[in-house]
C-alpha cells in the first residue's frame, strides 16, 4: 500500500481493531451486514477464506481508488466440525466441554481487496486445552459472556489463561488477525 491509500477495516471486532492498532495500522473501520451463509458442501477448513472473500465482496463496488479493504473470519474446528458463535449460554458450557483436554484448530481467513488486486490468505493454530473443569466453564460463561466468539472462548481471557496448554502457531491468529502475514502481505500489497 501506498502512503496515501486509506485501509478500511470491515469489523466491529474489539480484538482486531486493537491488535492493528498495536502493529502501527492506521485504518478506519466500515462495516455491512453480510449473511455469513457458506455452501453446506465446503469442506471446514475452506469456510473462514470464503467468508472473508464474501465480506470483501459486500465492498467491491464502492471502494475509491485510494481504498483498501481488509476483512476476515475466524473459525474453530474440532472433528472436522465447525463451532461457531454460541446461541447462548448452555451452547458456550456445551462448545467449552467439548474443547476441554482436547487439541482443537483455530484458522483466519482475510482478504485485502482494492480496486485492481485482491489476495486471499489464512493462518492456522492448533489450540490444546488441558481438561477444564465444569465449575471453571460455568464460571468464564456466567462472567465473561463469550457469545460473540467463535468456539465461546477468547484465548486471551481468563479460560485462556488458566486452560489452554499450548499452542502451535500464532497466537493473535487465535485472537482473530494473523497479525504477522497481515502486515507482510500489506507492505507487497
Known amino acids: 500500500m501506498n502512503s496515501t491509500d486509506q485501509l478500511i477495516l470491515a469489523s466491529n471486532s474489539p480484538r482486531r481493531q486493537q491488535l492493528l492498532k498495536e502493529a502501527g ?31 470483501a465482496d459486500a465492498f467491491r463496488k464502492e471502494l475509491k481508488n485510494n481504498e483498501t479493504i481488509l476483512t476476515a473470519d475466524t473459525v474453530v474446528i474440532i472433528d472436522n466440525k465447525i463451532l461457531g458463535k454460541p446461541i447462548d449460554e448452555n451452547d458456550a458450557v456445551e462448545m467449552l466441554k467439548t ?15 482494492c480496486n485492481n488486486k485482491e489476495i486471499v490468505f489464512h493462518d492456522t493454530t492448533e489450540v490444546y486445552f ?5 465449575a471453571d466453564i460455568e464460571k468464564y460463561v456466567r462472567e465473561f459472556k463469550p457469545l460473540d466468539k467463535a468456539g465461546s472462548y477468547g484465548i486471551q481471557e481468563w479460560i485462556g ?19 504477522h502475514r497481515v502486515v507482510e502481505e500489506l507492505k507487497k500489497f
Open 99 to 113: 474443547l476441554s483436554g482436547r487439541m482443537h484448530t483455530v484458522i483466519t481467513g482475510v482478504c485485502i481487496l
Open 161 to 179: 489463561l488458566i486452560g489452554v496448554e499450548k499452542i502451535n502457531g500464532s497466537y493473535f491468529n487465535v485472537m482473530g488477525l494473523p497479525v
Open 25 to 55: 495500522i492506521n485504518f478506519l473501520i466500515k462495516t455491512k451486514d453480510t449473511k455469513e451463509v457458506y455452501p453446506p458442501s465446503l469442506p471446514s477448513a475452506e469456510v473462514p477464506l470464503y467468508l472473508a472473500k464474501l465480506k
Open 130 to 134: 488441558k481438561k477444564l473443569q465444569q
